[in-house]
């Protein structure tokens, strides 16, 4: 989450804070080991927000009644009213506290603030011999990008001004909440989006070479041709799996080997690959689909015009907290005002989608100051540096099997 994030899901509640300082100074007690009342009261506000979060992190569409429910008790307990319940803009989702015969009537009551987005307060009707404690109501929308999703909807015995500005502000959070739910998910789309891109730049050409490639041994030398269908058999399995955001070095490093296979048996003697791995870095995780393309662009640019021979080298080796990768060509190279028009995106269509592909998900998966280091310049040759942490959380994989 950015700071800015971090402030907009903190600030609204800080007048939440403000009504249950009020509630519990109220009743002042001696001071303890958590300082003064105010600092007891900042305290409780975030840890309730802090317990109330996870639930609303999946998303109003993926919430459920029980994971709402969940949320209301915290947020309840929080505004310290009779009854919480929460909506979308067709039905009660949950509800938390007394008077659950209040959602009946609900929906009527709530069409003003559902159609304008503005908070409201209403009588409940109940009588007094009915044994119901609520008498008035007060519900705030629920806002995600500007699409009033639904509202959240107190009770309480009687009005209260700081109530209804207090249930605001927990509306704002409980807003913010669902927002930072629908950023996940449009990272995670967006992720799937960029793998689709990567599997589209497979090039038809590649494929069809390699299978022309296959061919020309299969009367001369069967058995390579036998090996040479299992290893494009398996490279094509790994690149259009189904499952996963993450792999192994290990089983990336796999496919390019199938990969590099599959390219000398076209170009024999042109192509030269040197591998030095680690063994010890082979169980890193890394995103799926993540070195593959930048040795596709090294032997592209390493064979692109070249009259002679060409040679790449990988390597991967251990770098304390971190693996560090290698991948280094000596074919035409590119010019560094290019190279950074290409990773700000504005090389033009199909103009370096994989290097900007896998330097935006390295930076999106590790952090900002985790990009592909570039170093080339025309004539020279590419060295593309990635640094991998070893152990980054959210990122696991399960190692995928192999033929035997």
């Given at each position: 989450?950015?700071?800015?994030?971090l402030l907009?899901?903190?600030?609204?509640?800080?007048?939440?804070?403000?009504?249950?300082?009020?509630?519990?100074?109220?009743?002042?007690?001696?001071?303890?080991?958590?300082?003064?009342?105010?600092?007891?009261?900042?305290?409780?506000?975030?840890?309730?927000?802090?317990?109330?979060?996870?639930?609303?992190?999946?998303?109003?569409?993926?919430?459920?009644?029980?994971g709402a429910?969940?949320?209301?008790?915290?947020?309840?307990?929080?505004?310290?009213?009779?009854?919480?319940?929460?909506?979308?803009?067709?039905?009660?989702?949950?509800?938390?506290?007394?008077?659950?015969?209040?959602?009946?009537?609900?929906?009527?009551?709530?069409?003003?603030?559902?159609?304008?987005?503005?908070?409201?307060?209403?009588?409940?009707?109940?009588?007094?011999?009915?044994?119901?404690?609520?008498?008035?109501?007060?519900?705030?929308?629920?806002?995600?990008?500007?699409?009033?999703?639904?509202?959240?909807?107190?009770?309480?015995?009687?009005?209260?001004?700081?109530?209804?500005?207090?249930?605001?502000?927990?509306?704002?959070?409980?807003?913010?909440?669902?927002?930072?739910?629908?950023?996940?998910?449009?990272?995670?789309?967006?992720?799937?989006?960029?793998?689709?891109?990567?599997?589209?730049?497979?090039?038809?050409?590649?494929?069809?070479?390699?299978?022309?490639?296959?061919?020309?041994f299969v009367?001369?030398?069967?058995?390579?041709?036998?090996?040479?269908?299992?290893?494009?058999?398996?490279?094509?399995?790994?690149?259009?799996?189904?499952?996963?955001?993450?792999?192994?070095?290990?089983?990336?490093?796999?496919?390019?080997?199938?990969?590099?296979?599959?390219?000398?048996?076209?170009?024999?003697?042109?192509?030269?690959?040197?591998?030095?791995?680690?063994?010890?870095?082979?169980?890193?995780?890394?995103?799926?689909?993540?070195?593959?393309?930048?040795?596709?662009?090294?032997?592209?640019?390493?064979?692109?015009?070249?009259?002679?021979?060409?040679?790449?080298?990988?390597?991967?080796?251990?770098?304390?907290?971190?693996?560090?990768?290698?991948?280094?060509?000596?074919?035409?190279?590119?010019?560094?005002?290019?190279?950074?028009?290409?990773?700000?995106?504005?090389?033009?269509?199909?103009?370096?989608?994989?290097?900007?592909?896998?330097?935006?998900?390295?930076?999106?998966?590790?952090?900002?100051?985790?990009?592909?280091?570039?170093?080339?310049?025309?004539?020279?040759?590419?060295?593309?540096?990635?640094?991998?942490?070893?152990?980054?959380?959210?990122?696991?994989?399960?190692?995928?099997?192999?033929?035997?």
């Open positions: 989450m950015t700071a800015t994030a907009l899901a903190l600030c609204p509640l800080l007048l939440a804070g403000g009504f249950l300082l009020g509630r519990r100074t109220a009743h002042p007690a001696g001071r303890s080991d958590l300082g003064t009342p105010v600092e007891r009261a900042t305290f409780e506000t975030l840890h309730t927000a802090s317990l109330a979060a996870p639930p609303l992190r999946a998303g109003l569409a993926d919430l459920g009644e029980e429910r969940k949320a209301l008790r915290r947020l309840r307990t929080l505004l310290g009213t009779e009854a919480l319940c929460l909506t979308d803009e067709d039905r009660v989702l949950a509800w938390a506290g007394h008077g659950e015969h209040h959602a009946a009537h609900l929906p009527a009551r709530l069409e003003g603030v559902l159609a304008h987005g503005r908070s409201a307060a209403f009588d409940c009707g109940c009588a007094p011999e009915a044994g119901c404690t609520s008498r008035w109501a007060v519900a705030a929308p629920v806002v995600v990008e500007d699409r009033i999703l639904g509202a959240l909807v107190t009770y309480a015995p009687r009005e209260s001004a700081v109530l209804a500005r207090a249930l605001d502000e927990v509306a704002r959070w409980v807003s913010v909440q669902l927002e930072l739910a629908e950023l996940d998910h449009s990272r995670t789309r967006l992720i799937e989006a960029e793998i689709k891109a990567l599997r589209a730049q497979i090039s038809p050409h590649f494929l069809f070479n390699s299978l022309a490639a296959i061919a020309s009367r001369t030398d069967p058995e390579r041709a036998r090996e040479l269908l299992l290893q494009f058999a398996d490279f094509a399995r790994y690149s259009f799996r189904s499952h996963g955001d993450f792999t192994t070095l290990a089983d990336e490093l796999h496919s390019i080997d199938q990969y590099l296979a599959l390219v000398r048996a076209r170009f024999g003697e042109r192509l030269s690959v040197t591998l030095q791995i680690a063994p010890e870095v082979l169980p890193v995780s890394l995103p799926y689909l993540c070195l593959q393309p930048l040795v596709e662009n090294a032997v592209k640019h390493g064979l692109e015009g070249a009259v002679t021979s060409s040679r790449i080298t990988i390597g991967a080796r251990d770098a304390g907290a971190e693996a560090e990768v290698v991948i280094e060509d000596d074919g035409v190279g590119m010019d560094p005002e290019r190279l950074r028009r290409v990773l700000r995106g504005e090389g033009g269509p199909g103009a370096g989608i994989g290097l900007l592909n896998v330097d935006e998900r390295l930076r999106q998966v590790f952090g900002e100051d985790h990009g592909l280091v570039i170093e080339t310049g025309v004539g020279a040759g590419t060295r593309i540096t990635v640094r991998l942490p070893k152990y980054h959380p959210g990122v696991h994989s399960t190692p995928m099997p192999h033929r035997a």
